[in-house]
């Protein structure tokens, strides 16, 4: 079976579970449903394996056929100025190995006026990359509100609750009562992040078929994507980003006993603790490590039908995400995985958390005797970005199990 075929079984077990238990609901539910329900989901566990095994070999096969027939090769640096053969150029043969026209439009991208030591800032379709590989890495970052400034200056922004301001009935000719709303701010500074020093050998540098640009700009950019989201989801705020964590509000707190687990009423409650001016909107999520998820997608209603829905076609048009009581699911290996006291999951409206990214992403390329011994060159990306929550309406909870 292909992995298109694969993909739209997938689809259909998926779907036919949605059915299922849209069209029985409360005590309607039975011993059939759940059978069916267990089957549904067992087979969908073994076709997301399959087609990860499947993915793997297809891609190595397609790399193997581009190599022996030369494709790779085929697409020669040269002279070319565009912003991926220049970086190509660059990362594969360093400032010396560049043509002068590529030289030139290197210099213009340079953070400093010496070629050979400057650092390369990243041009529009390279950072796109990086800023892909970023977001590709999930968590915090790929449901916040994401936006760039041109520089670091400091920025605020201006917060004001207004979930508990209401108008007035008047009668006629009475004077309309005062009630000014309350400003305040929250500012949203930039860090510096780097990647540390990624090494790679000199034969994949001079091998015409690696794709050089793709490798490295990878590896860089989950490096960085792993450092900034554990600071967005459990950053205090001193010296570094706040994270969603830190800036959740309590929404629950497990009964006793509960430090390993939470009941389907907890999360009602977790769900409630929200505003529904919020929840309305239909933008909230759950968010949570993926132990944490283990733990809820063994959870039932009172009716004994399980709680969690599978997603289909995620991210395509028409396509459904995994969700949870009729939300979204996100996992992120930042957010505390259940214990004692642990804030485990979150729930609520994250595009009130802002990432700012300031400027581009600056790389450098190393060859000194330290990486020359070994035949290998390294590479190290900077990037500036911060990150706070911005609402002062409590749209962001969290569920905390119990101390014992």
Known sequence: MSIQ???????????????????????????????????????????????????????????????????RGADDDGDKVDEKHVFRAWAGRGYEGMSDAQRQSFRNTMSTTTGAEGGYTVQSDVAAALQDAMKAFGGVRS??????????????????DGTAETGELIAENVTATAADPTFGTVALPVYKFGSKIVAVPFELLQDSSTNIEALVIKR??????RSTNTYFTTGTGTSQPRGVSVAAGS??????????TVIYDDLIDLQHSVDPAYRQAGTCHFMMADSSL?????????????????????????????SLLGSPVVINQDVAAMAANAKSILFGDFKFYKIRDAMSFTLFRFTDSAYAKLGQV???????????????GNSLKYYQNSAT
């Open 5 to 71: 075929a694969l993909r739209e079984r997938r689809s259909a077990l998926a779907k036919e579970l949605r059915n299922v238990m849209d069209q029985n609901p409360g005590a309607t539910w039975n011993a059939e449903h759940q059978k069916k329900y267990d089957e549904n989901m067992g087979e969908i566990e073994r076709i997301d394996a399959d087609i990860s095994r499947r993915q793997k070999v297809l891609d190595l096969d397609v790399e193997r056929q581009l190599r022996d027939a030369g494709v």
């Open 143 to 160: 449901v916040a509100d994401v936006f760039t400034t041109a520089q670091g200056n400091p920025l605020s922004y201006p917060t004001s």
């Open 220 to 225: 860089l950019g989950q490096r960085i994507g």
């Open 251 to 260: 929404g629950k707190v497990g009964t006793t006993g509960q430090t390993l």
């Open 294 to 322: 283990k733990v809820i997608r063994k959870l039932k209603d009172g009716s004994s039908r399980p709680i969690f829905v599978p997603g289909y076609e995620t991210g395509r048009p028409g396509g459904e995400p995994d």
């Open 378 to 392: 390294g590479f190290l990306a900077w990037a500036r970005s911060g990150g706070n929550f911005v609402d002062v």
